[in-house]
């Protein structure tokens, strides 16, 4: 079965630290994708990024980047120099490339960035 | 390009009464998917279609709750009667898939928030 778990429920940092939102996922298909969604506030998903299960190579994007290992089923996500704008809920996906095309959220990760 | 559409943002409703949402997903997009959010369970996927055509309906709750998609640009999500534990936030997701949905992001609405009383 597929599982995907945050198992961070909240973060509070101050302004300009960097933070790490963890994400672990399980699944038995050798083929599947991997996506970050922001929710700030107003309540809108936003889509962050997707990932193929099989390009590990890391990504950034600004003060964005995303950590992908498979041999530890994760997906971790850091935020750089944070700011209040980043204070959000933040959702980890997973779907199989067959099948369902069904998402699996994570449970999310309240991120609050102190001024 | 605008993005998904839905109406209304809000809409407060007496139990019993019908609801429907609506959905208007970008354009070109082949798949139209339809969630709820709630505190205790979270992101729920309720019912997904491919080109109009409802493919999984396994995730909507009973049924008292039917969605439609009569064409590529539209889709509604009603529920009848209404019941207070139904009070949520419905999101609907449309994505470009290609045969292969799940490997394309999918972009939400902003959602409505539903309050039954």
């Known amino acids: 079965a597929q599982k995907v778990t945050q198992a961070q429920t909240e973060i509070s940092v101050v302004e300009k630290e960097d933070v790490t939102l963890d994400c672990v996922y399980e699944t038995r298909d050798t083929t599947y994708y991997l996506f970050w969604y922001k929710q700030p506030p107003s309540g809108e998903l936003v889509f962050l990024i997707r990932r193929n299960s099989f390009d590990e190579q890391n990504e950034i994007s600004g003060r964005y980047s995303w950590n992908f290992q498979k041999s530890t089923s994760s997906f971790n996500f850091t935020i750089t120099a944070s700011q209040v704008v980043d204070s959000a809920v933040y959702f980890c996906?997973?779907?199989?490339?067959?099948?369902?095309?069904?998402?699996?959220f994570g449970t999310g990760t309240r991120l609050k960035v102190l001024a | 390009d605008a993005g998904v559409i839905q109406s209304p943002r809000h809409e407060v409703t007496e139990m019993g009464q019908e609801v429907t949402l609506r959905c208007k997903p970008i354009s070109g997009h082949d798949y139209l998917f339809w969630y709820r959010q709630t505190m205790m369970r979270g992101l729920e996927l309720l019912i997904y279609f491919n080109n109009n055509v409802p493919i999984d309906d396994s995730g909507m709750p009973e049924d008292r709750f039917s969605a439609k998609m009569p064409n590529a640009s539209f889709s509604t999500l009603k529920i009848q009667p209404s019941e207070p534990r139904d009070s949520a936030v419905y999101f609907c997701?449309?994505?470009?898939?290609?045969?292969?949905?799940?490997?394309?992001?999918?972009?939400f609405g902003p959602g409505t928030r539903l309050t039954v009383t």
């Open positions: 997701a449309s994505s470009y898939g290609s045969g292969q949905a799940s490997s394309y992001e999918q972009y």
């Open positions: 996906a997973l779907s199989e490339a067959w099948g369902t095309y069904k998402y699996i």
